[in-house]
């Protein structure tokens, strides 16, 4: 059973950092893209950052460009996503996916989801 365990959100200032993790379980994980998503209430969910198997491709959404960045350990089945100068508009519950399509920001190539992590900056 592929399991996807997000850590790391919290409550923060604007402009502070916070790292997120994406500890998967159930899928040989070096075989998979993932990516980071994230839903605000009352919005879609919004692609955010994603990563192909050996970190080669990294796309960002425009939003978050110059402020996060996503990487992975191969060797610990784990993603992260560095989130710097947080923005209120940032707040929003986080989700890591994993897939083995091309096309890493579109959800719907998304195969597994974790539960998600909150993130709330406040201004």
């Known amino acids: 059973q592929v399991q996807l365990v997000e850590s790391g959100g919290g409550l923060v200032q604007a402009g502070d950092s916070l790292r997120l993790s994406c500890a998967s379980s159930?899928?040989?994980?070096?075989?998979?893209?993932m990516g980071w998503f994230r839903q605000a209430p009352g919005k879609e969910r919004e692609f955010v950052a994603a990563?192909?198997?050996?970190?080669?491709?990294?796309p960002y959404a425009d939003s978050v460009k110059g402020r996060f960045t996503i990487s992975r350990d191969n060797a610990k089945n784990t993603i992260y996503l560095q989130m710097n100068s947080l923005r209120p508009e940032d707040t929003a519950v986080y989700y890591c996916?994993?897939?083995?399509?091309?096309?890493?920001?579109?959800?719907?190539?998304?195969?597994?989801w974790g539960q998600g992590t909150q993130v709330t900056v406040s201004s």
């Open positions: 996916a994993a897939t083995r399509a091309t096309g890493l920001t579109a959800a719907n190539k998304y195969n597994y």
């Open positions: 990563i192909n198997w050996n970190a080669a491709y990294t």
């Open positions: 159930g899928l040989t994980f070096s075989h998979y893209s």
